[in-house]
């Protein structure tokens, strides 16, 4: 009987192995997709068939690094199989979830640090209900846990941030200079060596040092590799720069495109190579644990001491090649994976544009501490020098045409993306050789950030917003840390004092949240969409611009007749609706108004007229979410603070207006939808009838103060709904009359 509840064990863990691997890779596809989609090196079809090709032959390499999960963080030799068992369940049903919650929020995260603090925290949790139970002291803890390894991977991690920053700004400095940004005319002298010296360097990280975890690589092959390790190198360099030179001048071949492909299945056969083990190492290791407990045979589970994991087990290829292939189903199918790409694509991009994250104290410290140091730099350095290192920063604009879309275009050069590729790759597979499970995530993600910041992709206009969301994604990994130390900690200690049935109710907790966060990212995605689909540059501008107009005065009479009859019927869940409504109604707006500057240079060929017009309908939208927004936030804040309600002729006059507004906002929408704008007359004359109305009602109010009938509160409130009402109708007359004018320079 207890065989058969380990042997279902060891099937859910091999089942969330496999959920693991789908969330991770979504997490991790970052990684070594980063560089090529956002230099747009290759068609997305080319460049998913090399990075497949990639993880396919670096998941071979990985057979070594699943002695991490084994006893890379804790003494199994301390526990019996049942405690094991409980260890390696916490892990995986932890990591499922905290991935995928990750994913959702499009972050990028490291599946290194979350396996190694969840294996860490599952197997304190367990040692100190052992301690407890055997009396013991907790000064007894190392012995079950490796600390001296523990420490050594958790160093190994923090440094390889640090490194991979100033190895990537370095680099990308230096190939910068050599190369500028008008490649056309440095490529052709220099091309054929860098790519031959960024080859071999790759080939001698990838195939001599990782050699040694390929389960097909023999001892005296590994032997010769090493021997031979100088002359490989050598005829690598001197064969791939004459390969290129031959191909650039006979085929005019792009060379950093290659080096990006080269450097995009290094990568990814590299992440394969060290991070496989996060998805399949602990499965592995439950699985021989399982197998040595049926051969003992005469054990029961909490009495078979684990010393046999301990040794060198070696892993099947045909589970590592498994392993490849849902890594790739996922890698080409994942839309979260796009999610995490589109993160670092941003943070790192040369161009202006939106950015994902706001400013903060420390940013800005950064900044001018910077910009003083710059100063300081320049006094110093001769005139000339200067002159000459800021031309090779200049970057190239003879090609770019407006009439290129937007989305079309690269976040940044072919360069850049070889040095992030080649130095990561490097970094990364010195790791593996050292059996250091090092973050695929934070090596890549530091080296594309040091190369942004050596490329001066961080100028004055973006700096603060990249430092801040640098800072958020860091943050984001110390979260990771604690929450998977804690998390997994706990479920192992419940587990553990509770009972295995514990086990199955983590399992069915893990499935609603990742099925919950799933609805959720789908509804995310939907939203994008539609935004994207609304301010796509490839769609006729008037039929834009109308959607926009179109989208803003429905909103706008849906917010202000749900805040206003939710204030009159004191329905507290309804006005914050609203009030909700009115926020997402915002970020919209601001999100067109942050597309001002891409969209006028789309406008090129048009009169100027046309473009003053088209700011004029994004202003006035942002002064109608505005006037929403300042009667919205007062109301529910009345209503919230439990204040007296109006007056019963307040109410009356209120529900009066609702019906007033409602049918201005009904003209406009016919107006806009049926390009009927000859009848601008009729809403000018409701308009103008509306702000009569106002100013009566603002009389009224007049008079009810004198006669002592409302309080202080109430009157300003009163009059700020009227003073917003008049704002809103007349922004609005302002946007229909500019959406016209647009219409008409358009034709």
């Not at 009389?699 to 409302?710: G, H, L, M, N, Y």
Request: with cysteine.
């Amino acid at each position: 009987m207890m065989e058969q509840f380990y042997l279902i064990l060891v099937i859910v863990l091999f089942a969330l192995a496999i959920s693991d691997l789908v969330v991770g890779v979504s997490n991790d596809a970052v990684n070594f997709l980063n560089s090529a989609i956002g230099s747009k090196a290759a068609p997305k079809w080319i460049i998913f068939t090399v990075a497949s090709l990639g993880v396919l032959v670096g998941s071979t390499f990985s057979s070594g690094m699943m002695e991490v999960a084994r006893k890379g963080i804790f003494h199994p030799d301390m526990f019996f199989f049942a405690e094991i068992m409980v260890i390696f369940m916490a892990v995986m049903i932890t990591d499922v979830i905290l991935l995928d919650l990750f994913n959702t929020f499009g972050l990028p995260t490291s599946t290194t640090v979350s396996i190694v603090f969840e294996l860490l925290g599952s197997a304190v949790a367990v040692s100190l209900v052992k301690i407890s139970g055997a009396g013991q002291s907790i000064s007894e803890l190392h012995k079950y846990i490796n600390s001296e390894k523990a420490l050594a991977i958790i160093t190994g991690i923090l440094l390889s941030v640090f490194i991979a920053f100033i190895v990537g700004a370095i680099v990308q400095y230096i190939a910068r200079v050599i190369f500028s940004f008008k490649q056309n005319k440095t490529l052709k002298y220099y091309g054929s060596a860098f790519g031959g010296l960024a080859i071999a360097a790759m080939t001698y990280f990838m195939v001599i040092k990782g050699a040694k975890g390929a389960v097909f690589m023999s001892a005296d092959t590994v032997d010769f590799l090493k021997t031979n390790m100088v002359r490989i190198l050598l005829i690598s360099f001197v064969g791939w720069t004459i390969v290129l030179q031959l191909l650039y001048l006979i085929f005019k071949i792009d060379i950093p495109k290659v080096i990006v492909l080269v450097g995009t299945f290094g990568l990814a056969m590299a992440f394969a190579g060290n991070d496989l083990v996060n998805f399949i190492g602990v499965p592995l290791a439950g699985f021989s644990s399982y197998k040595a407990w049926v051969a003992n045979g005469a054990l029961a589970p909490d009495s078979f001491e684990m010393g046999m994991l301990t040794g060198k087990v070696p892993t099947p290829t045909y589970m590592l090649l498994i392993a490849g292939l849902i890594m790739i189903i996922t890698l080409i199918t994942s839309r979260k994976a796009r999610s995490v790409v589109a993160t670092t694509v941003d943070l790192s991009r040369q161009t202006e544009g939106e950015e994902r994250f706001g400013s903060s104290a420390f940013s800005r410290a950064a900044v001018r501490t910077t910009m003083t140091i710059n100063k300081g730099i320049r006094k110093v350095l001769p005139a000339s020098v200067i002159r000459g290192l800021d031309n090779r920063f200049v970057p190239n604009t003879e090609n770019e045409s407006n009439a290129i879309k937007e989305k079309d275009k690269p976040a940044f050069d072919k360069i850049r993306a070889s040095v992030n590729l080649v130095v990561a790759s490097i970094l990364i597979s010195i790791g593996t050789s050292l059996k250091l499970p090092l973050s695929t995530t934070y090596v890549t993600f530091m080296v594309a950030m040091g190369t942004s910041l050596a490329d001066r992709a961080w100028d004055r206009e973006s700096a603060v917003y990249r430092i801040s969301g640098v800072f958020t994604v860091i943050g984001g990994w110390f979260m990771t840390a604690l929450v998977a130390f804690s998390v997994a900690g706990f479920i192992a200690w419940i587990i553990s004092i509770s009972g295995n049935f514990m086990i199955f109710v983590f399992i069915l907790v893990a499935i609603l949240m990742v099925g919950r966060t799933y609805f959720f990212f789908k509804k995310k995605a939907q939203e994008k969409e539609e935004e994207e689909e609304e301010l796509d540059v490839s769609e006729m501008i008037k039929e834009k611009t109308k959607k926009q107009v179109l989208n803003t005065v429905i909103n706008a009479n849906q917010i202000f007749s749900v805040c206003i009859d939710s204030f009159i019927k004191e329905d507290r869940a309804h006005l914050k609706e609203s009030l909700e409504l009115n926020k997402k109604f915002q970020k919209k707006v601001k999100k067109a108004k942050d597309k001002v500057f891409p969209m006028i240079q789309t406008l090129h060929q048009e009169s100027m007229d046309s473009g003053h017009c088209f700011v004029q309908i994004v202003d006035y939208q942002r002064e109608i979410s505005h006037s929403l927004n300042f009667m919205v936030e007062p109301l529910f804040k009345h209503l919230d603070n439990n204040h007296k309600p109006f007056i019963e002729v307040q109410l009356e006059e209120l529900t009066e207006l609702i019906g007033l507004v409602d049918e201005f906002f009904n003209l406009a929408l016919h107006i806009v939808k049926e390009d009927q704008y000859e009848k601008f007359d009729d809403i000018l004359s409701m308009k103008e009838s509306l702000s009569d109305r106002l100013t009566q009602l603002e009389k009224k109010q007049i008079k009810r103060i004198k006669a002592k009938d409302v309080s202080t509160r109430n009157s300003l409130l009163f009059f700020n709904v009227i003073k917003e009402t008049k704002n809103l109708v007349l922004h609005s007359v302002n946007l229909i009359k500019s959406q016209r004018d647009f219409v008409d320079l358009s034709n």
